[in-house]
């Protein structure tokens, strides 16, 4: 198993960091906000240029060819930014499940128009009512992926109809969908298929889980080293400092879980060595849940101890931190939650009964 990231991985994230900086500020998510289409204006043109929408798409079509493990990084770059486009849902979701799994006939009608930009995709979760599920960013998708009575269909924007949903953050447009399916909009029957479109939902919610409480932990160290109280920074404090010490370690153990899943989920299988003797081996599933919960506990940490080292300031809404704290508590909950991630790893390794 390699985990060295480093080389042209690490270079393509160093350049989608830049162009996020430059492009979408805390002022354009902020702004995203009040955006009918809640995006960033030029973002999703930008990211289609430099190779980030098509990355995990086949290069006969037009993609780069790359896998979970070249994109890992990037996804935590998308969580650092806060971005409010749907980048992750239908280039780390969507367009692997239509590689993998869709008929040639949708795979020429959708990924060439996914790889250029000119069509968004987006994906359900199988969290939700299964009913009426929530989709992120769903008025706006030409293409949404969900489960319909226990199969995997792509439904395209004329069969979507829907009603805004609230969230927490502003920027992250839900849609409680219903839909029209079809023989179509099928992708697939096997339950394999609904159990892939869950492990890279919660893979990819887990690596912007981290970038978000990245962010939060850089917030607040600068935040304490700055701010002073009766002569002296507030950071040299010992509570203040074992808050970010937390918050580092909460990460720094999230982190390898998140790319252990980018691995598994490339591979097929759990890395050797990383299940317990007496267990069944998983598979990816297992590897995307141990990394959801734990990416879920660490944003949520970031998320209360951020807020209780910038005191009174951090909760309001004209400082930029509540843009991080409300994607932080979105994303943890997106998906499945910490508690919902633990028993199907248990369930995954055979510890316990479904």
């Not at 990084?73 to 409010?84: D, I, K, V």
């Not at 690596?207 to 850089?218: E, F, K, P, T, Y």
């Not at 951090?314 to 998906?335: C, F, H, M, N, V």
Request: with cysteine.
């Amino acid at each position: 198993m390699d985990f060295t990231l480093g080389g042209d991985r690490t270079l393509f994230a160093e350049t989608l960091r830049n162009i996020l900086d430059d492009v979408c500020t805390a002022d354009a998510v902020r702004a995203s906000w009040n955006d009918p289409a809640g995006a960033v204006d030029g973002l999703w043109a930008t990211l289609a240029e430099t190779g980030v929408l098509g990355l995990a798409a086949p290069e006969a079509h037009g993609g780069l060819g790359m896998d979970e493990v070249d994109q890992v990084l990037l996804l935590e770059e998308l969580g650092r930014a806060a971005c409010p486009d749907p980048v992750v849902e239908h280039s780390a979701v969507a367009v692997p499940l239509l590689r993998d799994l869709a008929s040639t006939a949708l795979q020429e009608e959708w990924l060439g128009r996914a790889v250029e930009g000119s069509a968004v995709l987006t994906a359900g979760s199988p969290a939700g009512d299964p009913g009426r599920p929530l989709v992120l960013a769903g008025a706006r998708a030409d293409l949404v992926i969900l489960v319909v009575d226990g199969a995997l269909h792509a439904v395209p924007a004329a069969s979507v109809s829907g009603q805004a949903r609230y969230s927490v953050d502003g920027s992250r447009r839900l849609t409680e969908v219903i839909v029209d399916v079809s023989a179509d909009t099928l992708v697939s029957v096997d339950p394999e298929a609904v159990s892939a479109l869950w492990d890279r939902g919660s893979w990819a919610a887990a690596a912007q889980a981290v970038g978000v409480a990245q962010r939060l932990l850089d917030l607040t160290v600068a935040y304490v080293s700055e701010r002073e109280q009766f002569g002296r920074p507030v950071g040299v404090n010992q509570a203040v400092k074992h808050h970010c010490s937390n918050m580092a370690i909460a990460i720094e153990f999230a982190r390898p879980m998140v790319q252990t899943a980018a691995w598994a989920l490339s591979t097929g299988r759990m890395p050797e060595g990383t299940v317990p003797p007496g267990a069944t081996d998983g598979g990816p599933s297992t590897a995307a849940s141990m990394a959801k919960a734990l990416a879920s506990e660490a944003v949520d940490l970031a998320c209360r101890s951020a807020l209780q080292c910038h005191g009174a300031i951090g909760y309001t809404i004209e400082y930029d931190l509540q843009l991080w704290l409300k994607r932080g508590w979105a994303l943890s909950a997106s998906w499945g939650d910490a508690r919902r991630h633990r028993r199907r790893i248990a369930h995954g390794l055979g510890l316990v009964s479904a």
